[in-house]
């Protein structure tokens, strides 16, 4: 029998009732009243019957909403939370739906093929796709809802996921390192090295929906099965960041007290700097003394964790068409993450979703306006320009220019046109800084001939010409491919001539 995890007694809960989401089909009176500050009636169900809410439902909470049309927000005792600012283009393109989401659903029900990293006997609850971290689907739900947002398939039920319960986690977490212990670290079937999980992150959904609770024991579950840290995937800083008050640290505090080992790193998905910065009437950012003005909700949820020794802070977030694709909004977003604590992790590739070209910049865009981004930061300010594929990590390190016809001039015709086919366009060079299992492709590359319009990697398959995602010689098999092709033209050609 399942032995149950246990919680303390009169653990201080988060008022949670007050910042109730709206949330639903198009049809709600809420989402309707919701949408109508933004479209007629006539577009409202233009959407509706084209299945944008069929795609993915509106979510909005009262906080983002305000933050999005910039209008004052007070609390239940009248207390000001957010003053009146102008409204923000960019937020409102993160949650407010377009009728080109529905334009286009081409992509994948489980991008990065998730469910194939689901061992059997908890399939689709969690995903162990590297050897020292597992991810639990501990909520199914958050309090907005992006509409770029790569988990449709949780929400809408489309390919089986759904929740692991607190000691389904720890039980396989328990299990999974107590035999690599007792395999000596190796793999018995393959005789491969073996990492044992070390961290547990807690996802969906948002975690940060949960009650402290629940969420405590969630928490406990990775620490009972042996991690070492609890890491907590969240948007609820920016969404509603009222929730990192003091009864939170309160619960956090009762959990370090009787686990003192663990580390709880809280990785934020700020997207935009309007999500953190007030703003004035023109729409530039307020200053005081030389330095940009925290939302006071967004100032004191960052006070309140990192007031706690055993907690870190990171941030990732995609880049997306209309919210975040200038390189300006990505440095200053940066830049304010850094000072307030917060390191910059990743900065990801929108992900092949259904409906992705509704929001995604094509890649090679996307790493100049990364690299653009990152000048002028310190390396502590700094993030990784990555696509997280069904291979792993892919960080994409450099984007070269092509070969201009002047440098092929001195070059002999023999030599000229394999160096034309393989070089002439330029190339993406790709680097895998995650790798899954036992990491055995990690560091090597995927080198591919640019394609100023690819959105993904699906999109450069037909132009590897180096496939670090393979073994051996297999690597070379693209590249040996189009040599003979070319080798095979060229002795045609010599004798028709």
């Known amino acids: 029998m399942t032995t149950p995890i246990e919680v303390p007694e009169n653990l201080p809960e988060t008022e949670l009732a007050a910042i109730k989401p709206i949330r639903g089909r198009m049809d709600r009176d809420g989402?309707?009243?919701?949408?109508?500050?933004?479209?007629?009636?006539?577009?409202?169900?233009?959407?509706?019957?084209s299945g944008v809410d069929q795609r993915m439902?509106?979510?909005?909470?009262?906080?983002?909403?305000?933050?999005?049309?910039?209008e004052a927000l007070a609390d239940n005792d009248g207390n000001e939370i957010l003053s009146s600012m102008p409204p923000s283009a960019a937020l409102q393109h993160l949650v407010v739906p377009i009728i080109a989401e529905a334009a286009d659903k081409s992509g994948?029900?489980?991008?990065?093929?998730?469910?194939?990293?689901?061992?059997?006997?908890?399939?689709?609850?969690?995903?162990?796709?590297y050897d020292e971290i597992v991810l639990g689907h501990a909520a199914l739900a958050c309090s907005a809802h992006c509409r770029y947002c790569y988990r449709l398939d949780l929400f809408n039920g489309s390919t089986g996921k759904g929740l692991v319960k607190p000691?389904?986690?720890?039980?396989?977490?328990?299990?999974?390192?107590?035999?690599l212990v007792a395999n000596k670290g190796v793999d018995p079937e393959t005789g491969e090295k073996r990492f044992p999980i070390t961290e547990v992150l807690l996802s969906g959904g948002d975690v940060m929906v949960l009650s402290n609770k629940q969420l405590y024991k969630y928490m406990a579950a990775a620490a009972e099965g042996g991690a070492h840290v609890v890491r907590i995937g969240t948007k609820e800083m920016a969404f509603r960041p009222m929730r990192f008050d003091e009864n939170l640290a309160a619960m956090f505090n009762r959990f370090h007290a009787r686990y003192p080992h663990i580390h709880i790193n809280i990785v934020t998905h700020f997207t935009h700097a309007d999500e953190l910065l007030q703003r004035n009437a023109d729409g530039s950012y307020k200053m005081e003394n030389g330095y940009r003005v925290l939302l006071n909700p967004v100032k004191k949820a960052i006070q309140t964790m990192t007031a706690l020794s055993f907690v870190s802070l990171e941030n990732q977030t995609p880049i997306i068409r209309h919210v975040n694709d200038k390189a300006e909004a990505l440095h200053i977003l940066h830049q304010e993450l850094r000072r307030n604590t917060i390191k910059s992790k990743y900065i990801f590739q929108c992900r092949e979703i259904e409906g992705h070209k509704a929001f995604a910049v094509p890649v090679e865009e996307s790493w100049q306006l990364h690299t653009?981004?990152?000048?002028?930061?310190?390396?502590?300010?700094?993030?990784?320009?990555?696509?997280s594929t069904e291979w792993g990590k892919l960080e994409v390190v450099a984007v070269t220019d092509g070969i201009t016809d002047e440098s092929l001039e001195t070059l002999v015709e023999e030599t000229a046109l394999p160096i034309q086919s393989l070089l002439g366009q330029g190339l993406v060079i790709m680097k895998m800084h995650r790798s899954p299992f036992s990491a055995n492709t990690q560091s090597d590359l995927v080198?591919?001939?640019?394609?100023?319009?690819?959105?993904?990697?699906?999109?450069?398959?037909?132009?590897?010409?180096y496939d670090g995602r393979k073994q051996g010689a297999a690597k070379y098999e693209a590249m040996i491919a189009l040599l003979r092709s070319l080798s095979e033209a060229e002795e045609k050609r010599s004798k028709a001539a």
């Open 108 to 129: 994948e029900k489980d991008p990065s093929n998730q469910i194939h990293y689901s061992p059997e006997e908890l399939k689709g609850k969690i995903l162990h796709k």
């Open 167 to 179: 000691e389904e986690l720890r039980d396989y977490v328990r299990n999974y390192n107590g035999t």
């Open 372 to 387: 653009e981004a990152q000048k002028g930061l310190s390396d502590g300010a700094r993030s990784r320009f990555a696509m």
């Open 31 to 49: 989402v309707v009243k919701f949408l109508q500050n933004f479209y007629n009636e006539a577009e409202i169900k233009a959407m509706r019957d």
């Open 447 to 465: 080198i591919a001939r640019r394609n100023p319009k690819a959105l993904w990697i699906s999109d450069y398959e037909d132009r590897i010409i």
């Open 57 to 70: 439902v509106v979510g909005i909470n009262s906080y983002y909403d305000a933050l999005i049309r910039g």
